[in-house]
């Protein structure tokens, strides 16, 4: 790894491969820096059980063929630490590399809710089963239940029937009404008529969620509700997904300003600092086509070509709209915030009940006093959970932002501020 790239791209999902390969042409020297094995992102996520679509396939060649890029995978993000330059750390040893221009991809991660009995043995995210299966765990002939909200259950059951599961269920909580709305407007976007129509399965409901993952040492069953009608299906996997969070973490640890929980662009993907550009699902969830453009135009952008940026809004903004029908269709019910009981754990790093924590009025102060947010994954389980359930916004993360070897920050020159340095 050189110790200075002209653009240097976190994250080689859909938005950061195409970001690379727009901004490649004016023979910039551009990094692509993932923690994952291969490039593609959790939606191009290879293995053995993977056949990658052919836009996916493309993408890899493109980056393999252009000179002046250079894909590092198995890379995780450190920290910071200020000047233009990320501490990185990979399987050997860290680096502390200097850019021009930073283009984040990050992506986003599942949103999880807390309902009796998630913690079981085979209770997993809807995204998480899709990961385990596309890397090899066997799912043949296990029964299968899928609850949750939006378009990843779809796909998470059309990855677990191929791999030889029995889908017994997918449980949507989006009212039926919300999603004949959705369909009446889908022609706007053949292919993903289309793809609704592959992947639609006579298992599905709708205004149908979870109450509770029964069993006692494993998964034995899980308790349903549809239209007031609560119902039991014995199975042995349940996967539940409530949706995306955009990971934001290495944004706002190096300053970008927040919308909501994503982080803040302009036109050109521009965050609100200079010559930091952001696209795909950490700037809002849309799916890959959007990503694409939305990375493709912060590419141009970065290298100074805006006129080719410019070029790409209209169909950016095509695919916005169906970003937006998507977010309206699938908004979440009031109902899944009372899905908890008192004993239930919403910090399962910690083992904190939902009673802990619901007499406190902020993340800050539920923290302090119940050690929630402290474990393994710092809060981004239960970080986002608290957000739906409390309305907690949790403060500005903490550097490092990934755990590390004490030889990589050592490895800091003196004249360098340490990560804990440049945080209060």
């Not at 066997?138 to 949750?148: F, N, S």
């Not at 119902?231 to 970008?256: K, M």
């Not at 998507?326 to 899905?339: D, P, Q, V, Y």
Request: glycine fraction near 10%; charged fraction near 20%; include cysteine.
């Amino acid at each position: 790894m050189k110790p200075h790239y002209d653009v240097l791209i976190v994250g080689a999902g859909p938005a950061g491969m195409a970001a690379a390969l727009a901004a490649a042409p004016r023979g910039a020297s551009i990094a692509i820096l993932d923690d994952n094995p291969a490039a593609g992102g959790q939606i191009w996520r290879d293995g053995p059980q993977v056949e990658l679509p052919a836009i996916a396939r493309q993408q890899r060649q493109a980056l393999a063929e252009t000179a002046n890029i250079e894909l590092h995978n198995g890379v995780r993000v450190i920290a910071a630490p200020g000047g233009k330059q990320l501490l990185l750390e990979d399987a050997a040893q860290g680096h502390l590399v200097r850019y021009d221009k930073l283009i984040l991809c990050t992506g986003a991660r599942e949103l999880l809710l807390p309902f009796p009995g998630w913690t079981l043995p085979g209770v997993t995210g809807a995204g998480g089963l899709q990961a385990l299966i596309k890397g090899g765990v066997p799912v043949v002939d296990q029964r299968l239940v899928i609850a949750g909200s939006g378009p990843l259950l779809l796909a998470c059951a059309a990855t677990a029937k191929g791999a030889g599961a029995r889908l017994l269920r997918i449980a949507e909580q989006a009212q039926l009404t919300a999603l004949v709305g959705f369909a009446a407007h889908l022609s706007r976007w053949p292919g993903k008529a289309l793809q609704a129509v592959q992947l639609s399965d006579r298992c599905y409901r709708s205004n149908t969620h979870v109450l509770a993952a029964l069993g006692t040492d494993h998964l034995e069953a899980v308790r349903l509700i549809r239209n007031g009608k609560v119902s039991e299906v014995a199975c042995d996997r349940l996967a539940c997904g409530f949706g995306l969070i955009p990971n934001t973490e290495l944004g706002q640890v190096l300053g970008c300003a927040l919308h909501g929980r994503a982080i803040q662009i302009d036109t050109y993907q521009t965050t609100s600092l200079p010559d930091h550009f952001a696209a795909g699902e950490c700037t809002g969830f849309g799916g890959s086509e959007l990503a694409r453009v939305e990375g493709s135009i912060a590419g141009h952008a970065a290298i100074g070509d805006l006129e080719r940026a410019k070029a790409r809004f209209a169909e950016r903004q095509r695919w916005q709209e169906f970003a937006d029908l998507l977010a309206k269709t699938f908004r979440l019910s009031e109902r899944l915030k009372t899905l908890a009981a008192p004993e239930t754990l919403v910090c399962r790093c910690e083992d904190v009940p939902y009673s802990a924590m619901a007499s406190h009025s902020s993340w800050v102060e539920a923290k302090l006093e119940s050690r929630c947010g402290m474990g393994a994954c710092q809060g981004r389980i239960c970080g986002a959970a608290s957000d739906v359930l409390f309305g907690w916004q949790p403060p500005k993360p903490r550097q490092p932002i990934s755990p590390a070897r004490i030889g990589t920050l050592i490895a800091l020159p003196d004249d360098e501020p340490r990560p804990s340095d440049t945080t209060p």
